[in-house]
Structures are given as C-alpha cells and as structure tokens.
C-alpha cells in the first residue's frame, strides 16, 4: 500500500502501517500499545481489520507535544 497521499490533514481511516508511518515509530510498537494499553490511542476494529482515525493520530501528537 502506498502512503504518499496520506496526511494528518484529511480525516480518514488508514492501517497499522499507515499510522506507523505518519507517526514514525515502528508497527510492532504500535502493536504492542494496543495489545498492552501501555499508550492509548483509539482504534476502530472493522471484522478483523484494525483501522486509526488519522485525527485520532493528530490527537495522540498534541497530547504528546511537551511544551
């Protein structure tokens, strides 16, 4: 899958892959976040799809942002 178009500026649905590349941290990570509820960040289960809101994503970096 291709993830070149894909922007925290367009609210849509994308896959672990997609939101390990917007926010740079490796799939397993992501993974194990959501496995472990070590960080929570929301997700939509579609069958046995997982799937993250891209604003959800934006989200989790502002709460994240140390300022």
Do not use: C, H
């Given at each position: 899958m291709s993830?070149?178009?894909?922007?925290?500026?367009?609210?849509t649905l994308t896959d672990t892959e997609g939101a390990?590349?917007?926010l740079a941290v490796p799939a397993a990570t992501l993974i194990k976040w959501r496995s472990t509820g070590e960080v929570r960040i929301p997700f939509v289960r579609i069958g046995r799809q997982i799937k993250y809101r891209t604003r959800d994503l934006k989200a989790?970096?502002?709460?994240s942002t140390v300022k």
């Amino acid at each position: 899958m291709s993830f070149k178009n894909l922007s925290l500026d367009i609210d849509t649905l994308t896959d672990t892959e997609g939101a390990s590349t917007l926010l740079a941290v490796p799939a397993a990570t992501l993974i194990k976040w959501r496995s472990t509820g070590e960080v929570r960040i929301p997700f939509v289960r579609i069958g046995r799809q997982i799937k993250y809101r891209t604003r959800d994503l934006k989200a989790f970096i502002e709460s994240s942002t140390v300022k």
